[in-house]
């Protein structure tokens, strides 16, 4: 994003992102930044498909707002269930990971679910 936009404009742009999450979600959802332009979106206690849900509304209103920088941004996703999915926190963020890369290598805008 800082290679696209410029650093000022792609925190703008990160700033954008963290305040449509923040409006998407419940207060007893958890956001983190864990990366340069990664997020991490912790839902309790909810079932996957709402967990989709969830995500695909995320990734349509990206998609459809314009960002401070007056560009579009997209996002993609990889989504993962504890405990259906892992065991542990370590292989919940490595399957998390995993999707999310699928999501990328498949054309980006997109969510993926860990199996």
């Given at each position: 994003?800082?290679?696209q936009f410029g650093h000022q404009a792609g925190d703008e742009v990160l700033?954008?992102?963290s305040e449509l999450v923040k409006g998407e979600t419940r207060a007893s959802d958890l956001c983190f930044r864990i990366g340069g332009e990664e997020f991490l979106i912790i839902l309790p206690e909810t079932d996957i498909h709402i967990t989709e849900s969830v995500a695909e509304r995320i990734r349509k209103i990206?998609?459809?707002?314009?960002?401070?920088?007056g560009k579009p941004v997209t996002v993609?996703?990889?989504i993962s269930s504890y405990p259906a999915a892992a065991d542990s926190f370590s292989e919940l963020m490595n399957k998390t990971d995993q999707a999310l890369y699928k999501a990328k290598q498949e054309g980006r805008n997109r969510v993926v679910t860990a199996v």
């Open positions: 994003m800082n290679d700033k954008f992102l990206t998609e459809y707002t314009l960002s401070p920088s993609s996703m990889g």
